[in-house]
């Protein structure tokens, strides 16, 4: 997604540079070029945003519950491995802040994995609760009830805990791109809007 939110970003670029043709063919083309960007963009973050929302089932894949039965809410992270030594990591996802007596369902391809950490965080940076659990038997859904702070590994935590920074901080790095795109977007629809006045 970063490589096509940057071609967007370029393509809304040269488009901006475009809008100071005005005559001759030249113009038209750059007309044109302008539109079929604004297409493609929409088009785009459409997709994008409509795959984000929906509920992210995958074929084959565990379900795993994380219920919050400690008085406060916690900030949940679920990171699927294939080598608990090294801390490989094949995917991260974020679960959301589970208030206390609710829950959160997410859904696991574990095809490369038979293993996978649960991680929360009490506010930002305070890791309160790390769990490793395997999945021997990948037809059976998953319910980890939180009952308590602990962290059965401070080694593992850690590789846990610099994952997932790394996920935040890619994130933040494409909130920003994507915001960049958004910004230029509306620029470009209100430069063409005006010409066609």
Do not use: C
Request: charged share 20%; net charge positive.
């Amino acid at each position: 997604m970063v490589f096509i939110v940057l071609v967007i970003f370029w393509a809304s670029v040269f488009s901006l540079l475009l809008s100071k043709l005005k005559k001759g063919k030249g113009a038209e083309w750059a007309k044109l070029f302008r539109i079929v960007t604004i297409i493609f963009s929409f088009s785009i973050f459409t997709y994008w945003f409509i795959k984000k929302s929906t509920i992210g089932i995958v074929e084959n894949s565990v379900a795993l519950q994380v219920i919050n039965k400690l008085p406060q809410p916690l900030d949940f992270y679920v990171l699927t491995l294939n080598d608990a030594e090294t801390g490989k990591v094949v995917d991260t996802k974020h679960l959301g802040t589970i208030r206390p007596e609710y829950y959160r369902i997410e859904y696991l391809k574990m095809d490369k994995s038979d293993e996978y950490w649960v991680v929360g965080y009490l506010g930002k940076k305070n890791l309160v609760y790390f769990s490793q659990n395997s999945v021997p038997n990948k037809n059976i859904d998953q319910i980890i009830e939180v009952q308590n702070y602990i962290i059965q590994s401070s080694k593992l935590s850690d590789l846990a805990k610099k994952q997932i920074d790394a996920y935040n901080h890619e994130n933040v790095k494409l909130g920003i791109w994507i915001t960049l795109d958004f910004l230029l977007l509306f620029l470009n629809i209100m430069l063409l809007l005006r010409k066609r006045k």
